[in-house]
């Protein structure tokens, strides 16, 4: 299995801060790499596909980058709506799989 | 976008099987590849599987082959059976929904809490 790895596992920012997130896959995944986020007791809600590719309606402050191994996703101005985890998953082959996540909390 | 809705009971015995039905709305039971996913409480993300109505399949090795999944395509439902199932099975199950094999999840239900326990 390609085991996906997530960090910081958890940071602490405030309103207005610049984010950014990494995921790392075990082994070459192209850009078979997606972006959701989780709130508490609700689904997760994709955010970005195909590792840039924003999903319709998300937010243009999200943004994905990255191919191969190394990926991140950057949130250019947080929200108070932002505070969630954020998980990266890997489609490139199955079984696919999921990081850790990364929470991201009030400063 | 679809609208999912996961149904089932919410409490398992030990040894037993766990059955969960998906009723899809919105869109083509036949479009789209049909995926569970399921997350202990507290915990990650942990994808079962897929099914396409063509038969395309892929699930979970982890799971050891416990797991079903099936599409009736009359009904506009995708089913989730899990066989002998341990406390390691409690959690919310989401069925979820996808454009393509290697494609983004792009739709997910509510989630269903199963609790495996005697």
């Known amino acids: 299995d390609i085991q996906m790895t997530q960090s910081p596992s958890s940071l602490s920012a405030s309103v207005g801060d610049r984010v950014t997130l990494t995921c790392r896959a075990s082994?070459?995944?192209?850009?078979?790499l997606n972006w959701y986020q989780q709130k508490p007791g609700k689904a997760p809600n994709l955010l970005v596909y195909?590792?840039?590719s924003l999903q319709s309606g998300v937010p243009s402050r999200f943004s994905g980058s990255g191919s191969g191994t190394d990926f991140t996703l950057t949130i250019s101005s947080l929200q108070p709506e932002d505070f969630a985890t954020y998980y990266c998953?890997?489609?490139?082959?199955?079984?696919?799989?999921f990081g850790p996540g990364t929470k991201v909390d009030f400063k | 976008q679809v609208q999912l809705q996961e149904s089932g009971p919410g409490l398992v015995r030990p040894s037993e099987t766990l059955s969960l039905t998906c009723t899809v709305s919105?869109?083509?039971?036949?479009?789209?590849?049909w995926s569970w996913i399921r997350q202990p409480p507290g915990k990650g993300l942990e994808w079962i599987g897929y099914?396409?109505?063509?038969?395309?399949?892929s699930y979970n090795p982890s799971l050891r082959g416990r797991v079903t999944i099936a599409v009736a395509t009359s009904k506009n439902q995708v089913s989730l059976i899990v066989n002998s199932v341990t406390a390691a099975d409690t959690a919310v199950y989401y069925c979820?929904?996808?454009?393509?094999?290697?494609?983004?999840?792009?739709?997910w239900g509510q989630g269903t809490l199963v609790t495996v326990s005697s």
């Open positions: 979820a929904s996808q454009t393509s094999a290697a494609g983004s999840t792009d739709d």
């Open positions: 919105g869109g083509s039971i036949s479009s789209y590849y």
């Open positions: 099914m396409h109505h063509s038969g395309s399949f």
């Open positions: 082994q070459y995944i192209s850009t078979y």
């Open positions: 195909a590792a840039s």
């Open positions: 998953e890997q489609s490139y082959t199955t079984p696919r799989t």
